[in-house]
């Protein structure tokens, strides 16, 4: 029996070089298994983060190897305090909004330029869409989702944009036929695309928390992975990646100023993560 025991790996961040800040707070109840929240900004019930608690939390924050901040949620736009947080966060690093694109349209394309213009770092646009087939896609999503998501890329693309299509990717997927048809696609919105605006993230890594954890997992040693350089910023804390956003094992500190660098790979998402072999959320084309 004593053999049985599986021993959860640990990890070291050396230093906090991707800060992810979720402007939702509670669970999604869609189909989609992104990071997507679901929730009514009640202004009685402010179950989410506000533009003085994220300036609060920067102030806390080792700013000195910072490279990117990421928007993540149901949808970042839809936020209260967007333009504020958006504008605040733009002063320390570029800012990567992960989103469906329900919130963007030509006028608001035209305004985040602006925005984006102000000063000297870049705003990038993740979108979710799930299948180059808008049938597939609303299948996976929600009926309507793929145009949503055609219409922003659309509108961003106009306005000097680059956004980078962000693919829940199912076992059964081909990466390169994927690739193939949204860039067929693209064409027909006089959209190019490149390797570099295609984001796979495999379904896998979204496991049950009941969920079998494979005894021998590959040594996390050499492995680029999101909890050796992010941490995210939620309404309840600070945790080692998206993916274990409030859950409770994945919880490593209250605050940006006292959170723990090791990480203890304990969760079935995290056995799927290595296994995966490399980074997810974070942005890689360095």
């Known amino acids: 029996m004593y053999n049985s025991i599986i021993q959860a790996q640990c990890v070291s961040m050396e230093?906090?070089?991707h800060l992810f800040i979720d402007l939702e707070y509670t669970k999604s109840q869609t189909k989609s298994t992104t990071l997507y929240r679901s929730r009514s900004f009640n202004q009685k019930n402010k179950?989410?983060?506000?533009f003085d608690e994220v300036k609060e939390a920067?102030?806390?924050a080792d700013k000195s190897n910072l490279k990117y901040i990421y928007f993540v949620g149901k949808d970042p736009l839809s936020h209260t305090d967007f333009n504020q947080i958006l504008r605040l966060c733009l002063n320390f690093a570029p800012v990567t909004i992960y989103t469906d694109g329900n919130c963007i349209n030509d006028k608001k394309a035209r305004f985040l330029k602006r925005v984006e213009d102000e000063g000297t770092n870049e705003i990038i646009f993740k979108i979710y869409i799930n299948h180059f087939d808008e049938k597939i896609n609303d299948e996976r999503n929600t009926r309507?989702?793929?145009?949503?998501?055609?219409?922003?890329?659309?509108?961003?693309?106009?306005?000097?944009?680059?956004?980078?299509?962000?693919?829940?990717k199912q076992e059964n997927d081909n990466e390169n036929e994927m690739i193939a048809g949204f860039k067929e696609l693209g064409l027909k919105f006089a959209f190019e695309t490149e390797d570099i605006n295609f984001c796979f993230i495999p379904e896998s890594v979204f496991q049950k928390q009941d969920a079998e954890i494979p005894a021998n997992?590959?040594?996390t040693k050499d492995l680029q992975l999101d909890c050796?350089?992010?941490r995210m910023l939620t309404k309840n804390g600070v945790y080692i990646c998206p993916i274990l956003a409030n859950d409770y094992r994945g919880r490593c500190g209250g605050t940006?100023?006292?959170f723990s660098k090791k990480s203890y790979l304990e969760t079935p998402q995290c056995a799927k993560c290595i296994e995966n072999g490399g980074n997810i959320y974070v942005n890689q084309w360095e």
Do not use: C
Not at 153 to 161: D, E
């Open 228 to 230: 050796k350089s992010s």
């Open 58 to 60: 920067l102030k806390d």
């Open 47 to 50: 179950k989410y983060l506000q």
């Open 256 to 258: 940006l100023k006292d």
């Open 217 to 219: 997992l590959p040594d």
């Open 144 to 168: 309507g989702s793929f145009r949503k998501a055609m219409h922003a890329i659309s509108s961003l693309n106009k306005y000097g944009f680059n956004p980078i299509l962000t693919v829940l």
């Open 15 to 17: 230093s906090l070089e």
